[in-house]
């Protein structure tokens, strides 16, 4: 005998229940609440948006929608569990797996590789970022004017490098950027692309930034995930012994915070300055712009062991005119005072720092430490 709808819906709610449906099954995020009939995944709002770019792959519902038995019986034959099995089969270590804070169009190219592509059943379908070697054209910004110009690109993990040429023709490669200290982190927002991706690589142990892009979602994060896929084999044979869950963090990070402060220099009477700043790790750089090429200082922040400490504030002899919200930084050196805008930007960056104070230094660290102190 058929139940009622709302018997079917409670039947869906039982589904929803069972083991690995309780996040949503692309992103992670909690409770998902749309499903998707087609493809029998229970997924978030925000990633059933993505769902109704592929129609052809997957039909979507809302779980608040009413339901026929044969549609709830379809959802309890297959589910997260089972579907990660088959779409995620192949998923390499070093692949990234996008979370629900993450920008759109990285989300929407792990749907589409999964469920579209297919790319993880198939393992011939990852040959791009696969292969160790990749070349390609990138449009990259430009370092004074700004302008982003069709620039040849090519990744070669035997070279152990990321490399890029100013003219086609050009032998010698405008900048040689090492795998061991490079990073890639997308950020749209600030390069005003979808698919802009930020380089970061050390020379000479300064920071040093390229924004770049690529008009197809697919190839840019083809690159990402090439570049991860090298720092990857890189940090197998520099941590001979490590697994992979230790290695996997590595590969790119995210900036912990980024935004404008206020800056005085080493004297404090120099006056506030507003600048660009970003923490990455222990590192907090800043710039006069978000996309200058090379940081214009940096900070290094360690822990309170030894002598770092992060207060709100502001000395009580500090001059001239500041933002409302002070941050005084005390390392074993100086004192650096700060001056936010708002108080929730004071409190955010505050707590950033007080992250990494809060964590003992690495060995390597240290190393990083003694180069800033001999900076003048
Ligand atoms: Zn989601």
New binding site residues.
């Given amino acids: 005998m058929a139940l009622e709808p709302e018997g079917n819906n409670r039947l869906l709610q039982d589904v929803l229940a069972r083991p690995g449906n309780e996040t949503?099954?692309?992103?992670?995020?909690p409770e998902?609440d749309w499903a998707s009939l087609t493809l029998g995944v229970f997924?978030?709002?925000?990633?059933?948006l993505l769902h109704r770019s592929i129609p052809h792959i997957s039909r979507v519902k809302s779980v608040q929608d009413t339901w026929d038995a044969s549609d709830v019986e379809l959802m309890a034959a297959t589910g997260n569990s089972a579907a990660k099995a088959k779409y995620e089969q192949k998923v390499p270590a070093f692949y990234y797996r996008p979370i629900?804070p993450d920008c759109k169009m990285l989300?929407e190219q792990w749907i589409r590789a999964k469920y579209e592509r297919n790319e993880f059943e198939f393992i011939e379908k990852q040959e791009p970022y696969s292969a160790g070697y990749r070349e390609g054209f990138l449009w990259k910004r430009g370092r004074d004017n700004g302008q982003f110009l069709s620039r040849k690109f090519i990744l070669s993990e035997r070279e152990g490098a990321l490399k890029y040429f100013n003219k086609q023709d050009a032998r010698d490669p405008k900048a040689v950027m090492k795998i061991e200290t490079l990073n890639a982190t997308f950020q749209p927002a600030k390069i005003g692309n979808p698919c802009g991706l930020q380089i970061t690589y050390l020379k000479d142990n300064s920071t040093r930034n390229i924004f770049v892009y690529h008009s197809d979602a697919k190839e840019m994060v083809d690159w990402f995930n090439a570049i991860r896929a090298a720092r990857f084999h890189y940090l197998q044979v520099a941590f001979p012994g490590a697994s992979d869950e230790e290695l996997v963090p590595k590969l790119t990070r995210n900036f912990m915070k980024e935004g404008f402060m206020e800056k005085t220099g080493p004297k404090h009477t120099e006056g506030f300055k507003k600048r660009w700043f970003t923490m990455d790790d222990r590192r907090l750089m800043y710039f006069k712009d978000p996309l200058d090429a090379y940081a214009r200082g940096e900070v290094f922040i360690g822990s309170k062991e030894n002598s770092y400490t992060v207060l709100s504030g502001l000395p009580s002899s500090t001059q001239g005119y500041h933002w409302n919200h002070g941050i005084t930084i005390v390392t074993p050196d100086r004192k650096f005072l700060f001056a936010c805008e708002t108080e929730a930007e004071q409190r955010d960056w505050i707590s950033a720092f007080q992250r990494v104070i809060n964590r003992p230094m690495r060995p390597q660290e240290y190393a990083v430490e003694a180069h800033f102190k001999h900076k003048p």
């Fill in positions: 949503c099954a692309d992103c992670g995020n998902p997924v978030c709002q925000a990633c059933s629900h989300r």
